[in-house]
Structure formats: structure tokens, C-alpha cells
């Protein structure tokens, strides 16, 4: 029973680099979601999904991309990495938008 | 918008005793649903509790339990028997049916033995 899985735990990149946060969930759940977590903020939506080829902005899109070809994954693009995307990134998931798993979460800093 | 206030950002207990966490939340809709999720150091966000709103009755589960006041737009968490395994953040959050997630900035509670 895997749930949410998200790779890379940690990663630092330098500016202007580009990567890929994996996200996969094994429970067939339709809707998928992107946070960002920084210190004293909670949780900030970047993208979200409510099912394949679906996807739509939250409240922080700026400077990330995602796709969702299909239901088990919901990868999130960071291109021309910046010192302000330095956060903690978290993977969901769940069924018809009711209660949340979330993945391990993804460590970020960009120096 | 909906918005979601913890005003608490740290709070301390002496093990084995009751704490109370507090949230409010702003909203115009009638149907929605409220969570508390825990954050220890491991990172990982875990479910604690869920509430619906059309429901009068608060929810509990085992040494966790809420005190739901929809005409005040309140929705604490109320820690029984507090543990030292219950160290960690704690998040409140709002969600309309459908919708995406709203959190609270979070409370750092720690549990002193």
C-alpha cells in the first residue's frame, strides 16, 4: 500500500536550473494537488488536478508547470529555478475532493 | 476568499494533560468540511480529525476531539492525555465539497515530559 509517492526527498539546485518533482499515487484517486510549504505559511496550492489532461492554477502558479496524461501521476516542472522557490513541496491526492494522503513531501533549496 | 486563522503559533503542555488548539475560518457557504492535520519532525502530514459541517455533533477520535461552532466560524482541537509523540505542528485547514484545501499558518505544539 505505497499511497502517495513523491521523489526526489531532497535536492538542491542552482538558479536557473530546471527539475522535475515526481508524484505518483497507486489508489486510483481522481483529483491530484501541487502545495508549497514555507516557514509560518502553511500550505500554498500551486496546481491542482480533477483528472487526466485536467489541470488548473492555485494561488502560487507563477514559475511551475504540470501534466497529467494520466491518473497515477502528477509530475510539477520547475523551470529557471529562483532562490524564492526554495520550500517544501507536497504531493495529494484524493477521491472526489474529500480528505487528503499526502506524499513524503520534496525538499527544495536553490542556492 | 476562504481564509483560515490559527492565532496560536506555539503552544507548550505538560505531558498528561488537556490542550486546547485554535482555529477560525472565514466562509459564506453553508456546506463545507474542516480537518486538523499533525506534522511531526518526520515531515509527513497526517490526518488527526475531519468534520463536516451539516453535522451538529463534534467529532472525536480516541484523545482527539473538536469543538465545532459554525455560527462563530471556530473549530478547535482539543488534545487529551497529551503524549510526547504528540509533538509537532499542527494544521487546521477548510475545504469546500470539490474544492481544493485551505490551511492555517500552523501551531507548534511541544509536549513537555
Known amino acids: 500500500n505505497a499511497g502517495v509517492t513523491q521523489t526526489p526527498k531532497f535536492r538542491i539546485l542552482k538558479i536557473g536550473q530546471s527539475m522535475t518533482l515526481q508524484c505518483t499515487q497507486d489508489?486510483?484517486?481522481?483529483?491530484m494537488y501541487w502545495y508549497r510549504q514555507d516557514p509560518g505559511m502553511g500550505l500554498k496550492l500551486i496546481y491542482y488536478?480533477?483528472?487526466?489532461?485536467?489541470?488548473d492554477k492555485g494561488e502560487v502558479p507563477n514559475g511551475y508547470n504540470v501534466s497529467r496524461s494520466t491518473t497515477e501521476d502528477f509530475p510539477l516542472r520547475l523551470e529557471l529555478a529562483a532562490p524564492s522557490q526554495t520550500s517544501v513541496y507536497f504531493c495529494?491526492?484524493?477521491?472526489?475532493?474529500?480528505?487528503?494522503?499526502f506524499g513524503s513531501g520534496t525538499r527544495l533549496t536553490v542556492v | 476568499a476562504q481564509t483560515v486563522t490559527q492565532s496560536q503559533p506555539e503552544m507548550s503542555v505538560q505531558e498528561a494533560e488537556t490542550v486546547t488548539l485554535s482555529c477560525t475560518y472565514d466562509?459564506?457557504?453553508?456546506?463545507?468540511?474542516l480537518f486538523w492535520y499533525k506534522q511531526p519532525p518526520s515531515r509527513q502530514m497526517i490526518l488527526v480529525i475531519r468534520?463536516?459541517?451539516?453535522?451538529?455533533q463534534n467529532a472525536t477520535e480516541n484523545r482527539f476531539s473538536v469543538n465545532f461552532q459554525k455560527a462563530a466560524k471556530s473549530f478547535s482541537l482539543k488534545i487529551s492525555d497529551s503524549q510526547l509523540g504528540d509533538t509537532a505542528m499542527y494544521f487546521c485547514?477548510?475545504?469546500?465539497?470539490?474544492?481544493?484545501?485551505?490551511f492555517g499558518a500552523g501551531t507548534r505544539l511541544t509536549v513537555k515530559p
Open positions: 495529494a491526492s484524493s477521491y472526489a475532493g474529500g480528505s487528503y494522503t
Open positions: 489508489m486510483n484517486h481522481n483529483y
Open positions: 466562509t459564506s457557504e453553508s456546506n463545507y468540511y
Open positions: 485547514a477548510f475545504m469546500k465539497p470539490y474544492n481544493d484545501m485551505r
Open positions: 468534520q463536516e459541517a451539516y453535522k451538529q
Open positions: 488536478s480533477v483528472g487526466a489532461g485536467i489541470t
